[in-house]
């Protein structure tokens, strides 16, 4: 797609062999993460499990960024912890979304200057679906101001490839 691999069935993807970076590739290695960013599903770390279950199936998004009531970044959720939680057969409407999130120092982020291929270095490393896109306040906090998944990246592949 980038000139730089090619795909066979039953064989997977494999090196080309370009000695120079197509145009599009360039292009690529260029953009920054704000140009690409889609808009975040945020919730409040006081909000229910319930209420959060029903946001996130209700945008259809693989999880949300858990804010604090200052609106800083202190978590995040996936559909996965959310299955954890109503496994355990507990009142999802009583129990507080901040109770099962995954906190600091488990969550990866990205700035919005920050390259899209450096951003999606981390989303492989960390093996994760998408990223909170953050803007550090000036007491060090986070700021949420947008996402970076896995299709933000196949819908640009997508559009480079147009």
Not at 29 to 44: A, F, N, R, Y
Not at 45 to 69: A, K, Y
């Amino acid at each position: 797609m980038l000139g730089v691999l090619d795909a066979k069935p039953k064989v997977g993807y494999f090196y080309i062999g370009h000695s120079e970076p197509s145009q599009e590739y360039n292009l690529f290695k260029e953009m920054h993460v704000s140009q690409i960013m889609g808009v975040p599903l945020t919730v409040h770390q006081n909000d229910s499990v319930h209420d959060v279950i029903v946001q996130i199936f209700m945008e259809d998004t693989g999880g949300g960024f858990v804010l604090d009531q200052d609106g800083y970044l202190v978590g995040l959720v996936s559909r996965k912890d959310l299955l954890k939680a109503s496994i355990g057969g507990g009142d999802l409407t009583k129990l507080p979304i901040g109770v099962i999130m995954t906190r600091f120092p488990n969550i990866t982020t990205v700035l919005e200057e920050e390259l899209v291929l450096e951003a999606a270095e981390k989303l492989v490393t960390r093996q994760v679906d998408s990223l909170p896109v953050v803007r550090p306040g000036k007491d060090g906090r986070l700021k949420v101001v947008g996402k970076f998944s896995k299709t933000i990246i196949t819908r640009l592949f997508l559009e480079i490839k147009e």
